[in-house]
T-cell receptor
């Protein structure tokens, strides 16, 4: 079966712009989580969506937002981009709470210049 | 404050020997622990997990040990193979009524030489 698909794979944006990243989970998976990976901070939890509702949110500013659609696909948006937002953004999906492990996509590499 | 710590940024092991990756945590409320492996330009791949009510879980060459009193877990890979060379992340799960978040360590880069 198809894995978790993230688009685009690479993105270059300018400071102050906004960006939208997309994630298509594995078919049947209803939970989608987003993580940010940077060299200094490692993998950090952004938020989790389940059945179109945000269930959990990490410690990120309000510039970071997301949503989930009825088909479980999810998008995350970052507004007013800062240089420090340059990172690999990873999406992960699971059937429910992910106790047997989330399946991650390959990520979107965002570079802010 | 970092709740999940992997204090060794790197580990080098010879093929066939045992690799031991360590992880410490601070929050006693964590109820599940997971290990992920990550290759460059790919997302993390789930390896093995352990519930907080157990002290050992084994899956083929991979065994995870949990010492709750010490708030410490370790991943043992026996025997190590060159294909195991990757970054290994320890993660802890904090489930509540609102959902689940994985708290990751910063990773340990394992290099297995032939």
């Amino acid at each position: 079966k198809a894995g978790v698909t993230q688009t685009p794979r690479y993105l270059i944006k300018t400071r102050g712009q906004q960006v939208t990243l997309s994630c298509s989970p594995i078919s049947g998976h209803r939970s989608v989580s987003w993580y940010q990976q940077t060299p200094g901070q490692g993998l950090q939890f952004l938020f989790e969506y389940f059945s179109e509702t945000q269930r959990n949110k990490g410690n990120f500013p309000g510039r970071f937002s997301g949503r989930q659609f009825s088909n479980s696909r999810s998008e995350m948006n970052v507004s007013t981009l800062e240089l420090g937002d340059s990172a690999l953004y990873l999406c992960a999906s699971s059937l429910a709470s992910g106790m047997n492990g989330y399946t991650f996509g390959s990520g979107t590499r965002l570079t802010v210049v | 404050d970092q709740q999940v710590k992997q204090n060794s940024p790197s580990l080098s092991v010879q093929e066939g020997r045992i690799s031991i990756l360590n992880c410490d945590y601070t929050n006693s409320m964590f109820d599940y622990f997971l290990w992920y492996k990550k290759y460059p330009a790919e997302g993390p791949t789930f390896l093995i997990s352990i519930s907080s009510i157990k002290d050992k879980n084994e899956d083929g060459r991979f065994t995870v040990f949990l010492n709750k009193s010490a708030k410490h877990l370790s991943l043992h890979i026996v025997p190590s193979q060159p294909g195991d060379s990757a970054v290994y992340f320890c993660a802890a799960s904090l489930a509540n009524q609102a959902g689940t978040a994985l708290i990751f360590g910063k990773g340990t880069t394992l290099s297995v030489s032939s």
